[in-house]
């Protein structure tokens, strides 16, 4: 069993900057695949990024604007998110993912608005 609290979310200006924290409680945390999604207003979730064993990949719409990281001795990931557009705006999920268990946080709100 794995429980995830994300945290970090804000409302933020365009052009601002954010980083998302997700602290997993639970074993073999360096063993999972670590992922953000998010979920806009009357949208569907979406994969924004992903991690493990050091491979990290970006959903098109945020590659060069957000970086995804690790620390598998705090049990944390991270969403480091620049040059923040309206369209980043929605509620984040932290995942965590190792066949056959997948597990969701209560997910954090970000708002890009001026």
């Known amino acids: 069993q794995v429980h995830l609290v994300e945290s970090g979310g804000a409302l933020v200006q365009p052009g601002g900057s954010l980083r998302l924290s997700c602290a997993a409680s639970?074993?073999?945390?360096?063993?999972?695949?670590m992922g953000w999604y998010r979920q806009a207003p009357g949208k569907q979730r979406e994969f924004v990024a992903g991690i493990r064993n050091g491979a990290k990949n970006y959903a098109d719409s945020v590659k060069g604007r957000f970086t995804v990281s690790r620390d598998n001795t705090k049990n944390t990931v991270y969403l480091d998110m620049i040059s923040l557009k309206p369209e980043d705006t929605g509620v984040y999920y932290c995942n965590a993912a190792r066949y056959p268990n997948e597990y969701w946080g209560q997910g954090t709100q970000v708002t890009v608005s001026s």
């Open positions: 639970g074993s073999a945390f360096s063993s999972y695949f």
